[in-house]
């Protein structure tokens, strides 16, 4: 129940950030030691890493039949790694 | 018994499957985009020498495909919300079309800059 | 226009196979009057399943060339274009035997997502006024014809993927009785709808209102449900 209301609220605010986005790749060289697009990153990014796992489990239940709380944990994981990963990333293009 | 594609055969359902391969692509390639931007950290030459492996036509057609991917899975995911959050009326396939239009102009957009 | 159709119909229950027949082509005919024909004057031992023939009872649906339809008001000229129907059981429900499915699992969600009314007044108190230009009333009225034919279970592809899911049809009831301002279980209906088998695993493919022989969109009950349920669970009513 929770999960479902988040998912939605998650969805908003990947699709705010996304926005943002689309010229990323242009501004990929002015991001070091611009707060902002920190800022901005560091969002994105904990949105993706939630939204990512919710899409997964659904693709693993509806067409792999992988589901339970044993699946949940290992996306769960997962998508703390993508973030441990992510954060690295951002730090890398920020410094 | 099970249905097969006769039964799926309209364009919601083939939006939800673009949707659907689109994130799963989108998902896949998340790790790998961020082991590059992580080189910045303390391997900027590799990384300076991947991005000139980059400058290829081959590279450059793929990363258009997750340029389209991206905005596919955006504007399929905007037009759900859209559908699900406002007032409902029969307006699934202006949706649809208003997305497949945006996405399209993204990936032209994206071939004209690089 | 040829004189002969040439029909495939499913034989046997899980298991089995198609069964090729030639019927003779009539103007105006129905599916369902192929089947009645087959059964019939070429092999009485076909089952199948049909009351009212009119459109109003929701026994007869099958699946028609691979789409479930409801077979009495289906016209062959409609769906068979080039003079061959396959017919087969409906999808995602347990097949008894021929093209006839047990349907229980099916009715059984209609009371798991609490599709039964739950009166607030007794037949002391006097009657509902219920505005019929209401939002709520209107609303219940775009879900109320469901005639329980099943055509909208048999055709979403998430009752297939989740087995547990309640499935178009069951939510569909749910959304008109949230609608129903008579009705005392709003916030235990929102509970038993708001969960992973419920509404929030609806993926909009729109099959359902692609398919509905009435017209209805379940599609748009099931996005008022997901609104609701978050509505409620942002006030702490869940």
């Known amino acids: ?95 | ?114 | 226009m040829s004189d002969i159709l040439q029909v495939r119909v499913w034989r046997g229950d899980e298991q089995g196979e198609y069964q090729a027949f030639e019927v003779p082509r009539l103007e105006s005919q129905t599916v369902l009057d192929v089947v009645s024909h087959i059964q019939r004057h070429m092999d009485p031992t076909l089952a199948y399943r049909f009351a009212c023939r009119v459109g109003m009872c929701g026994s007869c649906a099958m699946t028609v060339n691979g789409v479930a339809r409801w077979t009495c008001r289906t016209h062959v000229s409609k769906v068979a274009k080039d003079g061959a129907l396959e017919l087969a059981p409906l999808a995602h429900l347990p097949v008894v035997r021929d093209l006839v499915t047990d349907m229980s699992e099916f009715f059984d969600k209609w009371a798991r997502a609490r599709g039964q009314f739950h009166p607030t007044a007794t037949r002391e108190d006097p009657f509902a006024r219920v505005r019929p230009d209401s939002p709520e009333r209107r609303n219940a009225d775009a879900g109320i014809e469901c005639i329980g034919c099943g055509v909208c279970y048999a055709s979403c592809d998430v009752v297939q993927w989740r087995p547990d899911y309640l499935g178009p049809a069951a939510l569909n009831r749910a959304w008109t009785l949230i609608n129903d301002e008579r009705d005392g279980a709003r916030n235990e209906r929102l509970r038993a709808v708001g969960d992973d088998a419920g509404c929030l695993a609806c993926h909009t493919h729109v099959s359902c209102t692609e398919r509905c022989p009435k017209h209805i969109s379940p599609t748009a009950g099931i996005a008022g449900l997901k609104r609701a349920v978050m509505k409620a669970a942002l006030r702490g009513d869940l």
């Open chain 2, 1 to 114: 018994m099970k249905t097969d594609w006769r039964a799926r055969n309209h364009p919601a359902w083939w939006a939800f499957l673009v949707h659907r391969i689109s994130g799963i692509v989108l998902t896949l390639f998340l790790p790998f985009h961020f082991w590059v931007l992580g080189m910045a950290l303390n391997e900027a030459a590799r990384m300076d020498d991947f991005f000139a492996w980059t400058d290829r036509p081959l590279v450059k057609f793929a990363e258009a495909g997750l340029v389209i991917l991206l905005a596919a899975h955006l504007t399929g995911g905007l037009r759900l919300m859209a559908l699900e959050f406002l007032a409902w009326r029969g307006w699934q396939k202006d949706l649809l079309a208003v997305a497949a239009g945006l996405t399209v102009i993204a990936g032209v957009v994206f071939a004209y800059v690089v």
């Open chain 1, 1 to 95: 129940m929770v999960l479902g209301v988040c998912v939605f609220v998650h969805l908003v605010t990947i699709i705010v950030a996304m926005r943002g986005d689309l010229s990323a790749a242009a501004i990929l060289e002015r991001t070091q030691g611009n707060w902002l697009w920190f800022v901005f990153y560091v969002v994105f990014l904990l949105a993706v890493v939630v939204h990512a796992p919710v899409g997964m489990r659904a693709v693993l239940d509806e067409w792999l039949g992988w589901r339970g709380t044993g699946i949940d944990i290992l996306l769960v994981i997962l998508a703390l790694a993508l973030g441990i990963w992510g954060l690295r990333a951002v730090w890398g293009v920020f410094v």
